[in-house]
């Protein structure tokens, strides 16, 4: 991870927070990676894709909203690998190579509250509302190339250990 970057995300996080979470998570966009940092050392790091539109916030834009946010909710926990997920519900159907359709909700779901007032939160910019998740997906042939409508689509077998190594309200940097 680039070191100018990383030391910016540390600065915006000792403004918002009286100390820096010893867990978080970095999203650069830049370089469609999701960084795990823990004592502000990166520990794991997996390819993802971000929005085919780009960064941005407004509602129906289909960009990923950037900033400060943190893991709101968990969904899937258990779920077989490629399950599909429609409404935040499991379907009861694992994804295989014979279904088409465009990027699909997979394996798990890491929904995204924004943190920050008029960037990430509140009427007609709000990631929870917007329901901006981290997720699995069928598109893994595209992972490491925006993609999304949004979210951060990860492997399946990354979003899993992904899921597995974070806590609901960890903080994630969305840059």
Known sequence: MNKIKFNSVIKNLKNRFSSIPALFVIVDSSEQMIHLIKNKKVIKSYSVS?????????????????????????IGNGAPKKRIFLDRKDTGIDWDESMSGENKILTRILR??????????????????????????????????????????????????????????????ID
């Open 112 to 173: 995204l509250r924004g943190l920050e007032p008029g960037v990430n939160s509140g009427p007609g910019i709000d990631s929870w509302e917007r329901y901006i998740y981290i997720h699995g997906t069928n598109r893994e042939d595209l992972i490491g190339t925006p993609m999304s409508h949004g979210c951060v689509c990860m492997r399946n077998k990354d979003v899993i250990d992904f899921f597995n190594s974070v806590p609901e309200d960890t903080i994630v940097v």
């Open 50 to 74: 971000t929005a085919k539109k780009g960064m941005g916030n407004k509602e129906g834009s289909n960009q990923t909203p950037a900033g400060i946010h943190s893991i709101g909710e968990k």
